[in-house]
């Protein structure tokens, strides 16, 4: 690498850097604005709060990656052309393409990094810390858990409930299982095709097998239909236990929409989310392409001027995948089309500014 490629690619890593303090550091202060009454309601100790903020904090700083590469990638462009930087190479030779090279680089070994720091670091981190607030502020069962599209729930001593999927809008769950045991002795099982939620009547599974062991025997019961009081936990309790798509990674995810296939499931949603992952990934280059032209376009603007299109432009984009990702869950327009939406919109519109500027 060259010297001055090390000179735009380390100011602009500096500028990264502390754009993405600054932007944490914002996201974190309002998160903890607006949760703080919750956890003092639910009388969580100060080290259970800090631990979860600690474990929040490697997702905050990936959620808020694209402000700090568009923030940076303004400013050091915009730094460039305020010390009259750029005029200097370009008069000696080094155009507006070859510094955006630099920069259009580095996003892509940033791009490379954030798909990795997503399917390996983020999911079990996320796991931790949503554990954390279900357990100590939705104060759900300390002892339940959720992997992939299954719910696990443990709900005493000896007594153990499992679920492959569960329909919060028709209130059904396919494949019930409850077993209940006496140290490591199993004397109590019953699995079933279907479960249904009645407020009046509780649990009732559907067409299934109800086993018992007495004295070194089993028999088998099969049903249709069997009120179950065994299961003391209503939907309420496990609700919020759905498994969330920051909790898995790329992998995971598409193993999940997989299973949630087989049972005849609506994926639509899921789908949307599993190529958010990869545009997620993508967004630090889009992101480059279109702050360079930007920010070659204004001139001698400020740092406050710099900071002020940022914002806009990072407004813009998010809102971009938002409204897009609405019409994906609705099933309006492909997952793919609704998770690639923004970043489509805006390479393409960065390439045509690009062209467009003296270079």
Known sequence: MSTLSRFIVGRFLRILLFSLLAAVLVFLVIDLIENLDKFLDRNVAT??????????????????????????????????????????????????????????????????FLFWFGEYLLPPLNQQRMEIWRVEVKKLPKQSTVRSDRIYLLEGAGRFFHMEHWDETKQRGLRPTLQLAKGRSVYYRIDAEEAKWDSASGWQFERGVERKWENEKETVIPFK????????????????????????????????IKRLDETGSKTTRWNVELSSKLATAASALIIVLIGVPIAAVQRRSGVVLS???????????????????IFGFQGDIPAWFAAWFANGTFAILGFFMLLRVRK
């Open 47 to 112: 080290n259970i709060i800090a631990r979860y903020y600690l474990l929040f904090l490697p997702y905050i700083a990936f959620l808020v990656f694209p402000v700090a590469m568009i923030l940076a990638t303004l400013s050091t462009i915009g730094g460039l052309i305020n010390t009259h930087e750029l005029v200097a190479m370009r008069a000696s030779g080094i155009s507006l393409w070859w510094v955006s090279s630099r920069l259009i680089i580095v996003g892509v070994f940033v791009s490379g």
């Open 307 to 325: 900071f002020g299109m940022g914002l806009f432009v990072s407004f813009l984009y998010f809102g971009m995948i938002q409204i897009a990702k």
């Open 225 to 256: 239909t069997m009120i179950v009081k065994e299961v003391e936990l209503t939907p309420i309790a496990f609700a919020d236990l759905s498994v969330k798509p920051e909790e898995m990674g790329y992998t995971d995810l598409k193993r999940f």
